[in-house]
């Protein structure tokens, strides 16, 4: 079956600029994650939610960052006045319930120039 | 809160001679632990879990892991090595005794199998 999608898979930005970063995850799936990943390093957690709230956003970095899932499925990351900083690979993973393992999709890289 | 050591950088092997990854973890509660492999260019793909049972676990491509609570370990294995083995891999850990859902993932190491 499908698995978790990301779009769009590249983002070039400047820096101030608002961006949006769409994830799918697999049908059936209740719980969807939000990672940032930099290079060279581990996925950091962002947020996640359990159908359409959000559990934990303690992964944060700073209210530039938002998430939302209205329908409890397709979930959207939203980044306000990007900076430099931000540049990472965004990455979005699934799973059936809060205790299964996650599934994880191709991620968005986000370049901040 | 919970964390994730993976010492190694870097793990060179042979092709056809068993692998090691290693992993050590700190947590509060009970671990789920969980690696991943990373391939260029593509997101994480699950090889396997520890919940609870059997501290064999054994998961997608040949690979297992065995838990042991006294050392905090996860070290990942095979018993013989793949070129097309190469990459990066992860250990995650989420404490079951704590209400947070989030996972902890490790530095990653990279995997280089040599032909």
């Known amino acids: 079956g499908a698995g978790v999608s990301q779009t769009p898979s590249n983002k070039v930005t400047e820096k101030g600029k608002y961006v949006e970063l769409r994830c799918d995850p697999i049908s059936g799936h209740t719980a969807l994650y939000w990672y940032r990943q930099s290079l060279g390093q581990g996925p950091e957690f962002l947020i996640y939610f359990q159908g359409t709230g959000a559990a934990d956003d303690s992964g944060l970095p700073n209210d530039r960052f938002f998430a939302v899932r209205p329908e409890g499925s397709v979930s959207t990351l939203k980044i306000q006045r990007t900076e430099r900083g931000d540049s990472a690979v965004y990455l979005c993973?699934?799973?059936?319930?809060?205790?299964?393992?996650?599934?994880f999709g191709p991620g968005t890289r986000l370049l901040v120039l | 809160a919970q964390s994730v050591a993976q010492p190694e950088d870097q793990v060179n092997v042979a092709e056809g001679n068993p692998l090691t990854v290693k992993c050590t973890y700190s947590?509060?509660?009970?671990?789920?632990l969980f690696w991943y492999v990373q391939y260029p260019n593509r997101g994480l793909q699950f090889l396997l879990k520890y919940i609870t049972g059997d501290n064999l676990v054994k998961g997608s491509y040949g690979f297992e892991a065995e838990f042991n609570k006294s050392q905090t370990s996860f070290h990942l294995k095979k018993p013989s090595a793949l070129v097309s083995d190469s990459a990066l891999y992860f250990c995650?850990?989420?404490?079951?005794?704590?209400?947070?859902?989030?996972?902890?993932f490790g530095p990653g190491t990279r995997l280089s199998v040599l032909p």
């Open positions: 947590v509060s509660g009970n671990p789920y």
């Open positions: 993973a699934s799973s059936f319930g809060e205790k299964e393992t996650q599934y």
């Open positions: 995650a850990v989420r404490d079951n005794g704590n209400y947070g859902q989030n996972f902890v």
